[in-house]
């Protein structure tokens, strides 16, 4: 294979992951907590854009639980984010990023 054409196929390859990378911003995925109680959603690049706390979750006698279901929640909409990620990546880069070869 030529260097010409191998060089093409790499910008090619970049552009693609730009394009991919300007969608993930516009995606979105949902981490729940409590059967639903802490909803998180994050877009992505794993940015945290909305939080939403049902009413009866909310005791302050019981600030800990709260907390514990917020962090849960966030945890959740950080890791579909990042599979969300991967597998975008993986549609343009044929597996090589989850290889860290990217």
């Known amino acids: 294979m030529k260097l010409d054409k191998i060089m093409k196929q790499a910008q090619q390859m970049q552009s693609k992951m730009a394009q991919v990378q300007e969608a993930l911003a516009k995606e979105t995925v949902t981490g729940q907590a409590g059967g639903g109680m802490v909803t998180v959603t994050a ?27 917020v962090l849960a929640a966030v945890t959740d909409a950080v890791r579909k984010s990042r599979e969300l990620a991967q597998e975008r990546m993986n549609s343009v880069t044929g597996g090589l990023a989850s290889l860290g070869m990217m």
């Open 43 to 69: 877009n992505g690049h794993g940015d945290i854009v909305s939080l939403s706390i049902e009413k009866e979750v909310v005791d302050p006698a019981d600030v800990e639980m709260l907390e514990d279901l």
